[in-house]
Structure formats: C-alpha cells, structure tokens
C-alpha cells in the first residue's frame, strides 16, 4: 500500500528491500501508475524483494491548493529514496509552463538527473502506424541530455500584450553536461551495436552545434570501436519513421531530444507505449522513470490510457536496482500483452488501465512473454562501468 510522503514510511518484509518513491501527478499520471505499482507487486512476489513506498503528492491538485510546486520537504523525502517512479505532471488548470517547469524541469535539475534515456523498440506483434516496419528494423535508444539546451530558462520579455512584444530565450550548452551526455551514449553503443548518431541542427546553431561536435568527436577518439555519423534534426522525423535501422544510439540536445522521441513513441505504437529513465548517473541522488507522455486530459479518468509506457518505465527502473530478471520479466509481459490489443489506446483498445495492469501482473506471475531484454543488461554494464 501507498503512504503519503508525509507520513514515516514502515518496511515490508526482509531481504533485498528498495525505497520507492511515487509520484503519481495529474490526468492520467496517476492512473498510469496505478497500473505500473500493480504490476511491481507480481515483479516482488515472483522475484523475493520487496519496496517500501512512499507517495509524494506533487501536481495540480497540490499546487491549486497550496501554492507549493517542489518544497524541500518533498525534495528530501524523494532523496530519501533509491529510485522514483513518476507518472506525469500538467494541467489545463494552470498556466502552461508553471507546474512543467517548477516541478518536473525542477526535479530532473535538483536530482542531478544528467540524462534522459528513451529506448524507441518496436515489440514483436505490437500494431504500428509506419507501414512495413519491423521489429528488427527499430530498436534504438535516444540519450537526451537532460539539464540544458533551451530547458535552462533564461529569457526575458518586454512590452507583452503590445505590437512591440519583443520575447527572447537563449540556449545554454556546457562542455561539461554535453560531455556527461556523449559519454553516456558512446559507453551505451559500445555494449549495443557501436554506432552512435547525433542529432542536432548544426547548420544553424552554428554555437552550439560546434560545441557538440567538438565533443563527439573528442570522446570518439576513447572509443575507437564504436562508429559515429551526425544527422540534423529536421531530416532525422524523415529518416526515424522511414528507416530507424540506421540508428543504433542517438545522442542529443534536451529539446531536439524532447520532439524526436514524441516521434519515436509513434514508431513503436504510440504515445502510451513509450517509456523513459531520467538517469542520475553520479550516484548523488535517485533517478527518476516516467512515461513519455504527459497527463493526457483528453482522456484522463476514462480508463482509455495505456499503460505499457509506465510498465516499461518500471523495467527500467527495476534494472537501474539492479533487479534484472524482475526487469526483464515485465518488460517482456508487457510486450507480450500489448501485442494481444486490438487497438493501443481509447475505448476501442479492449481493456481499461486497470485491466491492462492486471494483464500485465498475471503475465508476470506467468512468466509469459519471450522478448530478449538486452537494453536491461546493457544499462547495467554502463551503470558498473561508470562506478568504476
Ligand atoms: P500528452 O502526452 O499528455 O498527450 C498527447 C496525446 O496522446 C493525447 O491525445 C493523449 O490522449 C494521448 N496519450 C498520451 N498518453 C497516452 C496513453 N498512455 N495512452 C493513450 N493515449 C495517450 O501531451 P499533451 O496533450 O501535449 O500534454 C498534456 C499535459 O501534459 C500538458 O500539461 C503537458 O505540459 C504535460 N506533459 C507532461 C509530461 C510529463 O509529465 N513528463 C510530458 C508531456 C506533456
Ligand atoms: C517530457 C515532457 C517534458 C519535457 C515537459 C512536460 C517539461 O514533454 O518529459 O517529454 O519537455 O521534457
Ligand atoms: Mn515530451
């Protein structure tokens, strides 16, 4: 059962135990994670660990009535734990940019959550809408940089509501966080199939792409193993859907990262199958694993919500414990049930959020389900090999 982070949490049981963190959000975040937690309870009964979980009630609700976004409560309690399950955050009730930017930018920049892991695999059986695509056609991972880029904020506004509104907002690259991100990736593609692509728009970000071109090629030189090409942003929403075969890792800017893997969701099924790891790599506070989709109001408490996203957002999450077999286990039983849909999202999708995590959780009893997980295990390499 969920407690408020309010309260002191109690632990379950004995033996391998993680703290879980929970924040469930708003819309369809909630929902999501409902989902995700039932199927954690099959994972922890057929695997022995347990997790002790805490609920951090963070969104709208909270904001509206409080006016707190992230307090150092919350922020303390969330440190407090090994990882952090997170559903989505954003509501038509507040002003676009106010709960995004002061909790979800807020969490990843606090946490020092450095990049933002979003696998693109299609999974055997799972309807997609680019016709002639194969399973063993897409399966790569965008390593989006997760601190900078146009996300740091600044900019200013002057004579708003007036014909001589002037808006500015600038871009801020760093060796140092582009760095953390191309390392990641090259270390990443060198347990994968050694190819790693940048994505940016160098032909006019002429700063900024400089930078991550210097950098790509200065940590390439560490990898003689591992090939390296660069593609622009734009010709890359041509080249994703028409042959993401050429991709193996893609390293990329925090909003050219943010647009291709909307994208990238579309390519393995849609929006609610896409999951996501916001990675603290330097051990100094948990990571944080979300869907890649938002709180969803268009269809927020209808039950019309895909699950699939949040459950392999738990695989992930379960591989950075270092629970691999748990990992892969739900990765596969969720592939395993998604394939069995008729349709991945809506009323016509055959089952409710609910009924899909209990699919989901008995498939996982199971042990249904033959998907390969290689990501979980090439995570974990990565994960060892940067705490050497
Ligand atoms: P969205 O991802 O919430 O929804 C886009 C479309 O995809 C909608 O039609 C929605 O119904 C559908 N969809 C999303 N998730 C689905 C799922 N699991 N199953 C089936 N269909 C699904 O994007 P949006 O509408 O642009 O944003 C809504 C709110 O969410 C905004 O406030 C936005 O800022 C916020 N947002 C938050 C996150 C996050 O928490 N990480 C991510 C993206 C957007
Ligand atoms: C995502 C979301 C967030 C982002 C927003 C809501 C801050 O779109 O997680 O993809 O832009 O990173
Ligand atoms: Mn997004």
């Not at 708003?26 to 989902?35: H, K, L, N, W, Y």
């Not at 409710?352 to 389900?369: F, K, Q």
Request: charged residues 20%.
């Amino acid at each position: 059962m969920l407690q408020s982070g309010l309260d002191s949490p109690t632990t379950e049981g004995t033996g391998r135990s993680h703290k879980l963190a929970v924040i469930g959000g708003d819309g369809i975040g909630p929902e999501v994670t409902d989902a995700a937690l039932t199927i954690l309870d099959a994972a922890q009964d057929r695997f022995g660990f347990t997790t002790e979980r805490t609920e951090v009630p963070l969104g709208a609700d909270a904001y509206l009535e409080t006016g707190d976004l992230l307090t150092p409560e919350a922020i303390e309690v969330l440190r407090s734990n090994d990882t952090i399950l997170f559903g989505a955050i954003g509501s038509p009730r507040v002003t676009p940019g106010i709960l995004e930017r002061g909790i979800i930018l807020a969490l990843r920049a606090e946490l020092r959550q450095a990049i933002n892991l979003r696998p693109v695999r299609l999974y055997p059986g799972v309807p997609t809408p680019i016709a002639g695509l194969t399973p063993e056609r897409c399966d790569l991972v965008v390593v989006r940089e997760n601190s900078e880029g146009s996300y740091v904020g600044g900019g200013s506004t002057v004579h708003r509501g007036t014909p001589g509104a002037v808006a500015t907002q600038g871009s801020t690259n760093t060796w140092y966080a582009v760095h953390r991100a191309v390392d990641f990736a090259f270390r990443l593609a060198e347990q994968r199939r050694g190819k790693v692509t940048l994505c940016h728009k160098t032909n006019v970000l002429v700063e900024a792409g400089a930078l991550w071109l210097d950098v790509v090629e200065e940590v390439a030189a560490r990898f003689p193993d591992v090939e390296h090409d660069y593609v622009h942003v734009d010709a890359m929403c041509m080249h994703l859907p028409v042959s993401p075969e050429r991709f193996d890792v893609v390293v990329t800017d925090n909003l050219f990262g943010d647009i291709i893997t909307d994208l990238g969701a579309v390519l393995q099924g849609g929006l609610g199958v896409a999951a996501s790891g916001n990675l603290n790599i330097d051990g100094s506070a948990p990571s944080m694993f979300e869907p890649v989709h938002g709180s969803a109001p268009d269809i927020a408490g209808k039950g019309w919500a895909n699950p699939a996203g949040a459950g392999l957002s738990l695989a992930l999450c379960l591989a950075s414990l270092g629970e691999g077999e748990a990992a892969a286990a739900v990765e596969s039983a969720t592939a395993e049930v998604l394939a069995d849909l008729p349709e991945l999202s809506g009323a016509t999708m055959g089952a409710s959020t609910a009924e899909l995590g209990e699919r989901i959780a008995s498939a996982v009893t199971d042990g249904h389900g033959g998907v390969q997980s290689s990501l979980m295990t090439q995570l974990a390499a990565v994960q060892a090999g940067l705490a050497s």
